[in-house]
């Protein structure tokens, strides 16, 4: 046993501390803002007695400046007194209060057989692990140095000397900060009061031991249950992974325990910590629950006994049913039961089914009851069937559908139907049908527009339930509504206004006033009347003079049939002679300039000029000037001031035709103040 524990802690530092090495000895540099921490190892028990013997020195030298090559850079020495293993009373003292450092002085200084190779491997690796723990003890051991005396834009080399060879040479950048990884995917599991951890390894070169802490106090502060460090026991997984693993027990129960890892590097110092987890202590070895049923006329009465003395070791109970012996058993409450509870009320039970409780300890670990077969008169009729959306085919095919049911002794339906709501309603369904689909066929020639449905559901005992809800289909409508007609017509030269009849059809849901030029193709909407607004009138303010229209009404009923007959009529606006009367008028005026700025904006296809009127003081308004008919506004200069002036206007059309003259606006510019 002694001799595999040697073995052991051997390949650890080999493979686990080594950066730089030779077969002998190996090192490793940790960068800190204004230092680097060299730490060495020497790799057999000979290299370790030749180095308490003659001691170690470290040299330096700088490869590289701000990003530069140093090539000719000699080494200097960094420790001019060779390092070696401190004496004795440094240990004796430092031992009073370090353990770690207690058991290093002993396996330094306490002889070893010659002849013992097993123990002499056994202090060596164990002497190296006491190394580990503390700064303190890797310099007692004269294995560790501080460089201080470092910029952060060099690179250097070191080289360890022992017994005048250079054995190890290693190359640091001063920029590069060190970052000590924390260890990796810590996972526990709960079992019996104890708590069995297992984490990996994220840093083969750092990590040479880990201490695991343990929090009673909700995670504030942490403390080692062991202070002896944890060693990396087990070889890498297929993936190259290292995992290591520790069982603590929890000082009591029923209380919550916070756990995390830190790693031990070859510096003694600790990493960052892992991810904490939690754990509660509890009891998870509990008996099962007694259940026993009754049949009630509320329903299936459930009862079960369990010991109050181990209320604290659960979070509840849950109630589960089966159809049969061996199927699935389903939760039927549908929250999970307090741990207090001894009860509940399967309220709608099936006729035979099989029942458990089932507790859950704060594992989440369930621990289920024997089953208990209950067995039912068999008085209760199937739900009451729900109906899905029938579709209707335009040649009367009506597709209906409902949703299946699921009772284990559902049997089948029958299904119903009749021309009104209120009147009996006749079975179609010669004989009881297990499908959720059934079609059936409706004759259009008939007036009544409506049809109802209504479904009834049978178990295996012809228990039936209560009628469906009625539903309403509508016959197929394959006659087209009556045409609507025009009445009368009010004609004027600004408006056409229409009178009409609508549709007597009793499915009338719309009708749309159409209108289109009499030279055109298309008709294009002027309105559309729904049929709950009765509305027979419409004023059409959007005709044009000298152009003649074509009205149509077009009558929908709800299936979307329109009116076969046409209903049109042609009419056009009043021609009076006169065009209408240009009203958007303004008037502007300039006192100083004497100026006077008459506007106006008119559209119309056929302008040829316009004719201003003007009325002057006490005068009469008269014809003034003429303006081409691309002007929109008129400038009079030289305006009398204390005078009012008035202007009107009106448009000549090319065919001779004029326009109604417009209003009259008027202005009067006053003289300056002075």
Not at 324 to 331: A, N, P
Not at 628 to 650: G, H, K, W
Request: net charge positive; glycine share 4%; aromatic share 12%.
């Amino acid at each position: 046993m002694i001799k595999k524990l040697a073995i052991f802690c051997i390949c650890v530092l080999w493979t686990c501390v080594v950066q730089a090495q030779s077969k002998d000895v190996g090192m490793i540099a940790k960068v800190e803002k204004g230092k680097i921490i060299l730490r060495w190892m020497p790799l057999n028990y000979k290299a370790w007695k030749e180095g308490n013997e003659e001691g170690y020195t470290l040299l330096r030298r700088t490869i590289a400046k701000a990003g530069k090559p140093q090539n000719d850079a000699p080494f200097l020495v960094l420790t001019p007194q060779k390092r070696k293993p401190l004496a004795q009373p440094f240990w004796e003292n430092m031992g009073k209060n370090n353990k770690f450092a207690h058991v290093a002085g002993k396996l330094l200084y306490e002889p070893v057989p010659s002849h013992d190779t097993t123990a002499q491997n056994l202090n060596f690796a164990l002497c190296m692990q006491m190394s580990c723990m503390s700064t303190s003890i890797a310099n007692g051991l004269g294995m560790l140095f501080e460089d201080k005396l470092v910029a952060s834009d060099e690179e250097y080399q070191y080289a360890l000397v022992l017994s005048g060879k250079k054995l190890v040479f290693l190359e640091v950048n001063a920029a590069k900060i060190t970052r000590l990884k924390a260890p990796a995917n810590l996972y526990g599991e709960y079992s019996q009061g104890e708590f069995f951890m297992r984490w990996q390894m994220t840093d083969a070169l750092m990590h040479t031991a880990y201490i695991l802490e343990r929090s009673d106090d909700g995670g504030i502060t942490f403390k080692a249950p062991d202070p002896n460090p944890i060693l990396i026991s087990q070889e890498p997984d297929s993936l190259g992974r290292v995992f290591v693993s520790k069982l603590d027990k929890l000082p009591k129960l029923y209380q919550n325990y916070f756990y995390r890892v830190r790693a031990v590097t070859p510096f003694g110092q600790l990493s960052e910590p892992s991810n904490v987890l939690r754990v509660y202590g509890y009891k998870d070895k509990l008996p099962l629950p007694k259940l026993s049923t009754h049949i009630t006329p509320k329903g299936v009465l459930l009862q079960w006994s369990f010991p109050d003395s181990l209320l604290n070791d659960i979070q509840g109970f849950k109630i589960l049913r089966a159809k049969k012996l061996g199927e699935k058993y389903y939760q039927l409450s549908p929250k999970m039961l307090s741990r207090k509870s001894r009860s509940f009320v399967d309220s709608l039970p099936l006729n035979s089914a099989y029942y458990r409780v089932a507790l859950l300890d704060y594992g989440g670990k369930e621990v289920t009851s024997y089953p208990e077969m209950v067995i039912l008169d068999d008085t209760l009729p199937p739900d009451q069937p729900r109906w899905y959306k029938p579709i209707v085919s335009p040649k009367g095919i009506v597709k209906l559908r409902w949703k299946a049911h699921k009772e284990s002794d559902f049997y089948g339906y029958s299904i119903f139907r009749g021309d009104t709501k209120t009147h009996e309603f006749s079975i179609i369904t010669r004989r009881m049908i297990q499908d959720t689909v059934y079609n059936d066929t409706l004759s259009l020639n008939l007036l009544n527009k409506n049809v109802y449905y209504t479904i009834v559901a049978y178990d295996k005992r012809l228990n039936a339930s209560t009628h469906a809800d009625t539903i309403l289909v509508k016959r197929p409508d394959i006659i087209p509504p009556s045409a609507p007609n025009f009445t009368n017509y009010v004609l004027s030269d600004t408006s056409i206004v229409l009178h009409w009849e609508n549709s007597p059809s009793a499915d009338l849901f719309q009708t749309l006033l159409l209108r289109k030029n009499t030279k055109d193709t298309s008709y294009s909407m002027l309105d559309c009347f729904m049929a709950n607004e009765n509305l027979k009138s419409f004023t059409d303010y959007s005709a044009q003079p000298n152009t003649e229209y074509e009205y149509r009404l077009v009558a929908y009923d709800d299936a979307g049939l329109s009116n076969k007959e046409p209903c049109k009529i042609q009419l056009s606006l009043l021609d009076l002679g006169f065009g209408a009367s240009i009203k958007d008028l303004t008037i502007t005026g300039d006192s100083l300039t004497r100026k006077i700025v008459f506007s106006w904006k008119y559209q119309h296809p056929a302008i040829d000029k316009f004719l201003i009127y003007r009325k002057k003081g006490n005068g009469y308004l008269s014809e003034y000037k003429y303006v081409p008919a691309s002007v929109r506004n008129f400038e009079e200069t030289q305006v009398l001031l204390d005078v009012p002036y008035s202007y009107a206007i009106m448009a000549l059309y090319k065919d001779g035709r004029t326009s109604k003259l417009s209003r009259s606006v008027s202005i009067t510019l006053s003289s300056p103040q002075k």
